[in-house]
């Protein structure tokens, strides 16, 4: 399936049957639990309705009986004694009071029912959808930004929640109570039923069309102070960089110009908030005059009960309340449905690069890998050039291969096609003869190791990020595999040596340490396999010469890829491999490779020449 960009995070879509069926899947296994809050929602709604009911019992039965009377059989007009009114009148307001007791426990245990339910789900939707993004290959990761990927399982799963737990409880009240009250007043009278029911069309209008006028200043709003959190993040995240470059005064005004923006659509909100609420208010008032006035008609041709008249105001309420709910609830609804259509979307995408159906996994590797006629592009488009053509090579059980070459050669690329972080269009890779398309590529990583340029430190302790790679490893090992590469020392010199926090990538360590704990993971995990694509940047010579010894330790007995930089790792390489274009346009060992007098021999003789690496 296509991945397409419908991340405006501000999109309202219907939610498709396919979303809905996706989404439905992961409340399914609590549907027990889900049930019970929209049972509850009903007995709530009628225990809401009853109040009015109440007090129309009060009026109807007690206080008009014990004031004016009320006509008998005979014609005569009887009084109720004022002590069977009081009575009655306690009892009714001991019913209100337990009522509205009732009502409170209902709603509270309807609203823990929900939320636990909802969190169950949305929890086993997070872990769910945690896990496949881990299972995504590499294209998929190039194409999409981090911080979308990252809105989709944070954001996006948050704002649907609401569609599946109180967006369809709010419905169901919604039904309940405009049934129940309709039944209520139907009883009484049909034609002050009646009557409600005609103006319901014209409140649901007024709050559709005030919806539909306030929605677009509100969503501006919204849109203005997520450019403004933005700016903020950018600035906090480069404020090197802008203070490098003195730009503090003009990202000032560019704030300065969105807090104008802000505050211009705050006040057209105030505005349409102006009108549009007085407006439904007035809606309101149309319907209650007009029942009111129906009321006194009906009161003197003895349709009604004066009760009713109270009653019937109350009503009101309850039902018009709901129905202009329901024009800001579908814009909410809408929200929820693009943020489900979103994260639906991410789910459906499945990883480009699968094990086989009969993939095993790789035995214990010896480590002798080949490339044969090998062709490799990013894209799987006809028309767009290769980045690696025809690479065809032999590493030999524990030899160390050097790539060299110039920037965009496509020396990263052909590491990345080792662990089948991409899979080439034609050739083969073949790791002690065996097909690497033909293992599971779990079997394959489990027995590699990868050292990147940019080193990715997780947040944890030293300790833990020397642990990564192999967490049933000890402690003491860990140390020991220190002691070995000589990272001891530098390690045991950080703050809080082997338990030191390391923060969010590693920001609290230097270059060289971070490289130095990174050996030391690899190396912990004891790979038979090695990748490393060396960083370029400049460290002191102290360390460089630490860092060398540990690079050479880590390297013995593993068949290595070195993306080289250093002149001394790559004169220790058994195999040069110089990259040009997406080609092998020289191989073999430094001695060969300077006989030949080929470019390698000139890019030699410009580093011994020049100041800079290889
Ligand atoms: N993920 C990617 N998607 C598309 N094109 C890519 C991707 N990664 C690299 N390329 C392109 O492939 C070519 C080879 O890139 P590669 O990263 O292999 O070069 P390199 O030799 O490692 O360069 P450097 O020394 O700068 O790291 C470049 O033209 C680059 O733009
Ligand atoms: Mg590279």
Redesign the pocket.
């Known amino acids: 399936m296509k991945y397409q960009d419908i991340d405006e995070a501000f999109t309202r879509t219907r939610p498709s049957l396919h979303t809905l069926k996706r989404i439905l899947h992961f409340i399914k296994p609590y549907w027990r639990e889900i049930i019970a809050p929209f049972i509850i929602e009903a007995f709530w709604a009628a225990s809401v309705a009853i109040t009015p009911f109440l007090l129309m019992m009060a009026i109807d039965d007690f206080i008009v009986p014990a004031t004016q009377g009320i006509e008998g059989a005979l014609g005569v007009v009887e009084m109720l004694p004022r002590e069977h009114a009081r009575n009655g009148l306690l009892i009714v307001s001991a019913l209100m009071t337990l009522n509205v007791a009732l009502n409170v426990v209902l709603q509270m245990v309807q609203r823990l029912f929900i939320r636990r339910a909802g969190e169950k789900a949305i929890n086993d939707l997070r872990r769910h959808m945690f896990g496949h993004i881990q299972r995504l290959s590499?294209?998929f990761f190039?194409r999409e930004k981090q911080g979308r990927i990252i809105a989709r399982l944070d954001r996006d799963i948050e704002n649907l929640e609401p569609l599946i737990t109180f967006v369809p409880l709010f419905f169901v009240h919604c039904i309940f109570s405009f049934f129940i009250v309709l039944g209520i007043l139907a009883w009484n009278d049909w034609r002050l039923c009646g009557l409600i029911v005609a103006f319901s069309p014209l409140v649901l209008a007024a709050g559709f069309v005030s919806e539909k006028w306030g929605l677009p200043v509100y969503r501006r709003i919204r849109k203005t102070v997520s450019t403004m959190t933005s700016q903020v993040a950018e600035e906090v995240t480069g404020v090197q960089v802008v203070q490098a470059f003195g730009r503090e005064e003009h990202n000032l005004d560019q704030y300065q110009n969105l807090l104008d923006q802000y505050r211009s659509h705050q006040v057209a909100a105030a505005h349409v908030r102006g009108i549009t609420f007085p407006s439904m208010i007035m809606v309101f008032g149309i319907a209650r005059a007009g029942v009111l006035l129906y009321g006194a008609h009906a009161l003197s041709a003895g349709h009604i009960s004066l009760g009713l008249i109270p009653a019937a105001m109350m009503y009101i309420g309850m039902i018009y309340g709901p129905i202009m709910m329901v024009a800001h609830l579908y814009d909410h609804l809408l929200s929820s449905s693009a943020s489900s259509e979103r994260v639906v979307q991410l789910m459906d995408y499945s990883p480009t690069i699968v094990d086989k159906p009969d993939a095993k996994p790789i035995p214990s590797i010896e480590g002798h890998v080949a490339f044969e006629h090998v062709y490799f592009?990013?894209?799987d488009e006809p028309d767009t050039p290769w980045?690696?053509e025809d690479i065809d090579f032999e590493a030999p059980v524990g030899s160390i291969v050097a790539?060299v070459?110039?920037?965009?050669?496509?020396?990263?690329?052909?590491?990345?096609l080792i662990p089948r972080f991409?899979e080439p269009q034609q050739g083969r890779i073949l790791i002690d003869g065996i097909d690497i398309c033909d293992v599971t590529q779990q079997s394959l990583h489990e027995q590699m190791g990868i050292v990147l340029?940019d080193n990715f430190l997780f947040t944890g302790t030293v300790m833990d990020n020397l642990l990564y790679g192999r967490p049933d490893a000890t402690e003491e090992e860990a140390v020991e595999a220190a002691r070995e590469l000589a990272s001891y020392d530098t390690i045991c010199n950080l703050a809080d040596g082997f338990q030191t926090d390391v923060r969010e990538r590693g920001g609290a360590i230097s270059h060289g340490e971070r490289q130095l704990i990174c050996f030391t993971r690899a190396m912990i995990a004891n790979p038979r396999i090695l990748i490393l694509?060396e960083a370029t940047s400049a460290v002191d010579t102290d360390t460089e010469i630490i860092i060398q010894n540990a690079l050479w330790k880590l390297m013995e007995g593993r068949t290595t890829f070195v993306?080289a930089h250093r002149l001394s790792t790559i004169r220790h390489a058994d195999t040069i491999l110089v990259?040009e274009g997406?080609r092998i346009i020289e191989m073999g060992d430094h001695d060969t490779l300077i006989a030949n007098r080929g470019e390698y021999a000139d890019m030699f003789e410009e580093f011994i020449r020049g100041p800079d690496a290889l």
């Open positions: 590499m294209d190039d592009k990013y894209d980045i690696l790539l070459g110039s920037t965009g050669a496509g020396k990263t690329s052909i590491t990345n991409y340029q694509d993306v990259i997406g």
